[in-house]
């Protein structure tokens, strides 16, 4: 399958959603899309559309970056790296309208966003938010998902708006100002064991959210091996 020169997938998405949808980008209407969502419920959305991944010819939109020692010699390819930026189109023909991007930054300076937020004073010291999503760097004001957290924020969803405060385009130096917004589910007290968030699921856990507490059995510091237990408690 990964050696296919061209791959088309069809999605077929059902996604909860927010009543009150917004794209606005302007705080003081964020702020009012805030306090409409309190009142606000849930919906689902189906979306269906052809993605298009090419790894061949001169227009590639899908390159290999990174692969380990053993990947060619692995039937499953193990250890490969890809990244990508295909093209969303209505129907399966590479002509197509195009509806969006799954986005890596080839059209676009994009960045992608896995950050943890970790606070370390005041009533929030030990806890943490989880954000991943598109880093769109030259807009003026991003938005990214609050995919969950810990202690705190466990359980909670959310989106964080970022601007850049300032920004050196020669060195790529940056400082950057965050109004994260959530949504939390109940406070949780400080734990010495690691805590990490569920942000979703498929079959049963299908749209689950939790969280899973996982504590070292045991870990050999010499070869990096390691077992570890975890107990997990999810919402679905």
Known sequence: MAKLALVLLLFSLGMAMQLVQSTKEDPKEVDEWIQKFHHAKEKVSRLNFYFHDTLSGKNSSAVEVAEASITMKSPTLFGLLNIFDDPLTEGPEPTSKLVGRAQAGQQDVDLLMAMNLVFTTGKFNGSSIIILGRDAVLHPILEMPIIGGTGAF???????????????????????????????????????????????????????????????????????????????????
């Open 154 to 236: 466990r359980l909670a969803r959310g989106f964080v708006q970022a601007k850049a405060h300032y920004l050196n385009l020669m060195s790529g130096d940056a400082i950057l100002e965050y109004h994260p917004s959530w949504q939390e589910l109940g406070y949780a007290s400080r734990s010495s064991l690691r805590e990490m968030p569920i942000v979703g699921g498929t079959g049963l856990f299908r749209l689950a959210r939790g969280y899973a507490i996982a504590q070292t059995h045991w870990f050999d510091l010499t070869t990096g091996d390691a077992i570890v237990g975890y107990n997990v408690t999810v919402v679905h």
